[in-house]
């Protein structure tokens, strides 16, 4: 995760606690650091088992490829959305002003709630992990035909090489082959210029 990234999970979580700590501010000391750590405790908890069953089915390096991104964000969100509601029946029950059986039936309200939205976002996980599958398997793809796209420009260009050097080759023997010859030729024609010339000669003395 970039440093962004952290920093907004942080600010989540910055926000969940001063939340909750606007409902039990006038509870004693040990019992707000309790309630506080309790609730993320649990929402961590409900979060990871929920994380862990839309992963059925899901192969191991994509359902771990996003664990720690969305158990970290979902679970300030979880907390924002429910404990607060919590935190003001708790801190009325810690001052008396409310029965047990009130929050009791507060809980019970609330469990049904987050029941519910964790069974949204179980699905909601595997649609995410499914979306990093398609794309993983779709960088994979672009990944071999750049492979082999690199691969053919370099066989292309040995073949091309090699052509080439095939026909200078050939241009140099031709070169070498017409030197040659051409010189074979100017030997035989001065060979035979100069017979031609010695006949006259003898020719002429005659």
Known sequence: MNIFIMLVLLLANVIAITLIYQFIKKLPKMNKI?????SF????????IVYWISGIGIEKNINEAAKDFIIFAFVPVNVIIFIPFIANKYNKLMLKKIQKEDFIKTIIVISILILITLTIECFYFKRMKKNIKQLDETLTKQTQQNENKQSELSTNEIENNMTN??????KINDVSNNTIENK??????NSIESNIIENEISNTVI
């Open 184 to 189: 074979m030729t100017n030997n035989i024609a």
């Open 41 to 48: 405790a649990i929402i961590y908890a409900l979060v990871s």
């Open 165 to 170: 050097g095939i026909v200078e080759n050939e």
């Open 34 to 38: 309790i309630f506080i750590v309790a």
